[in-house]
């Protein structure tokens, strides 16, 4: 890669070149261009542009850093009195050559409301999120935030391509603008720009530097196997389901290093007393088991003429704490700059994750459950603390500022418990908060639900390991016919391995299902490995892939997810499998002949992959 200035700054890449590279920054309503040709001090060499000047009392500085195989391109603006920001764009330019073929990979802000990612014609796209993807059959072009602290960063996929920092909109769940940043030093994220020859291996690239910058929450224990109560029993879980949960996983092989999991998942606080919940955490525990909780600690769920009701820990006691002995939920509730009580988001409303007693419910709720001996937590709808709105502590000017001292809270609070972290529904980026994090939204029996998973496993498998210890296919129903639980339980292998079964255990055809599906230790290694799936075909007519190989080539899972029996490809650049073993039929398949394998409709299968 190469960075070349004469008039303008341009970008050299081995496919792509990027003309006509500026910055720029938003403030009081009006937008300010960084650009080369305005005279700015140009310091360069073949590390690094730095460009410097003056703008109004702000001092600029604007640096390009080439790294080899990616750039990083970050903005500063600094004054002796505070500016006040309200968006940078520490990258834009247009994209050379313009394809008509050229696609956009639009990465959804969160995981909310079944969002999807989506590849489509780049004049087509919509805005991304943290990262996207510009590619076609000759290569790709990446561009993507390295930092999370302070802004929401959006790809804007216009004829200039930019990355702006400071976007909100109805996928960010905000219903009012970006928070303004103010200080003597206003700084965007660093934005990473980088080219590949496949997508797929550009986006490891970037979570690989991605890493580099942020620190993943390591887990050393037993990956996740075992049980989730909300597709089983939703609302009517109780303390003899539960056991019952626990008695049925223990004559399966859903289990790592011999341990499964077993957990309440939302309304365990409506019924089950303090004594139940106790009883049934030592129940699981005299099974070698390890018991595991729910909370939602930053949504306020409570109805609209309640919001001056006083607020209660999720025991039901009412909370106290100094200096706020007679605190009331719309003391609670974020409110918009003006003072107004912020909508509800998913039917609750978001709370102020800053103020105390909503850190205090945090902290009582972790250490209640890790009391009763919990040690697995799934932390659900965390994209309430990211809204933006007017905080209790001052100095936290944005959603995403909020959201990173409210997350900090949370996982400190668990690791002293020694809790494995299970993030639902959050928004994506930053990582480091939690052990996994669920790829996409609730994930139910049907075909249709695993086609909504792939999609999710298609453009988002360069999370696992990299952004997050584990990427969470959600739990695995196997409620559905025979087909569609073969494909729950396939589609979970490839999506990031944690393996938390949720059906009725007093339902016996189900449990003959499960049983004879989960038989099979060989399909479960895989998860046990903790292995990455990488996709290596992009359907015309659907937004999923069909075929994935594992990172070490040892694998190949293939889905006909069509109405017809079908012959998929099962080769790509650079991969060519010759002899595949079915892991279900237990069949040698020759592949090199025709670089097929013929699956029936509706169906998906596993291959070891033998030479």
């Known amino acids: 890669m190469k960075i070349n200035i ?66 990083t391109a970050e903005l500063t603006i600094q004054s002796k009195n505070e500016v006040y920001i309200d968006a940078l764009c520490a990258f834009r330019g247009e994209i050379k050559p313009e394809e008509a073929n050229q696609k956009f990979l639009k990465v959804p802000f969160d995981n909310d409301d079944w969002v999807k990612f989506e590849s489509k014609e780049y004049s087509k796209s919509e805005m991304g999120y943290g990262v996207s993807a510009v590619y076609n059959q000759n290569g790709a072009l990446i561009i993507g935030a390295l930092e999370y602290d302070i802004w929401k960063t959006g790809i804007i996929p216009n004829e200039c391509i930019e990355v702006r920092s400071g976007v909100t909109d109805k996928l960010t769940r905000d219903t009012i603008k970006h928070g303004t940043v103010h200080g003597e030093i206003v700084k965007s994220p660093v934005i990473y720009i980088g080219e590949s020859r496949t997508w797929q291996q550009g986006m490891m690239g970037f979570a690989d530097i991605y890493n580099e910058y942020n620190t993943r929450l390591l887990w050393h224990g037993p990956i996740p196997f075992g049980w989730n109560s909300w597709y089983a029993y939703m609302k009517e879980i109780d303390m003899d389901k539960y056991m019952e949960a626990s008695k049925f996983v223990s004559k399966t092989n859903f289990y790592d290093k011999n341990v499964s999991y077993i957990n309440f998942d939302a309304f365990w606080n409506v019924g089950l007393t303090s004594e139940e919940l106790l009883k049934a955490a030592e129940f699981v525990k005299e099974r070698g088991q390890i018991p595991g909780a729910y909370i939602a600690p930053f949504a306020g769920w409570i109805k609209e003429d309640c919001i001056d009701d006083y607020v209660t820990y999720d025991t039901g006691e009412r909370v106290r ?28 409303y978001p709370l102020d994750v800053t103020h105390p007693v909503v850190i205090e ?42 959201y990173n001292y409210a997350m900090q809270k949370l996982k400190e609070y668990c690791i002293e418990e ?15 908060y939690g052990h996994s994090r669920r790829i996409c939204c609730d994930v139910f029996q049907q075909f249709k639900d695993t086609e909504y998973l792939l999609n999710a496993v298609t453009y988002g498998f360069w999370q696992n390991k990299k ?63 903790h292995i990455t799936f990488v996709p290596i075909d992009e359907s015309i007519d659907r937004d999923f892939a069909s075929v994935f ?41 020759d592949l090199s002949a025709t670089d097929c394998y013929e699956l029936r409709a509706r169906d998906c299968t596993v291959l070891r992959i033998v030479e």
């Open 6 to 71: 004469t008039e303008n700054i341009k970008i050299s890449m081995r496919g792509y070149t990027i003309i006509n590279v500026n910055a720029y920054w938003e403030e009081n309503g009006r937008r300010y261009a960084v650009k080369a040709c305005d005279g700015l001090k140009i310091d360069s060499n073949d590390k690094e542009v730095i460009l410097r000047g003056s703008y109004d009392g702000r001092n600029v500085e604007w640096k390009l850093c080439n790294k080899g195989n990616y750039i």
């Open 321 to 348: 704490v100094d200096g706020f002995e007679d605190i009331r939920y719309s003391d609670i509730i974020l409110k918009d700059y003006n003072g107004r009580i912020l909508p509800p988001l998913d039917g609750g």
């Open 361 to 402: 419910r945090l902290r009582y709720v972790i250490k209640y459950l890790g009391g009763l001996g919990y040690r697995y937590i799934k932390a659900d709808f965390l994209g309430h603390a990211a809204v933006e709105g007017k905080h209790y502590i001052k100095e936290i000017q944005t959603g995403m500022a909020a």
């Open 418 to 432: 020694g809790m494995f972290i299970s993030l639902s529904i959050a928004p994506l980026f930053p990582g480091g």
């Open 467 to 529: 952004v997050y210890e584990f990427t969470d296919p959600d739990h695995i129903c196997f409620n559905g016919n025979y087909a569609e639980a073969k494909s729950r339980l396939v589609s979970a292998l490839v999506g990031g391995t944690l393996m938390l079964m949720s059906n009725d255990v007093e339902n016996e055809d189900i449990n003959k299902r499960i049983l004879d599906l989960t038989s099979n230790n060989e399909l479960l290694d895989i998860a046990r490995e």
């Open 549 to 589: 190989i594992s990172e070490n080539k040892k694998y190949m899972i293939i889905f006909n997810m069509t109405d017809t029996d079908r012959k998929i490809c099962t080769s790509a650049k650079g991969i060519k499998p010759k002899i595949g073993e079915d892991l279900f039929t237990k069949v040698k398949i």
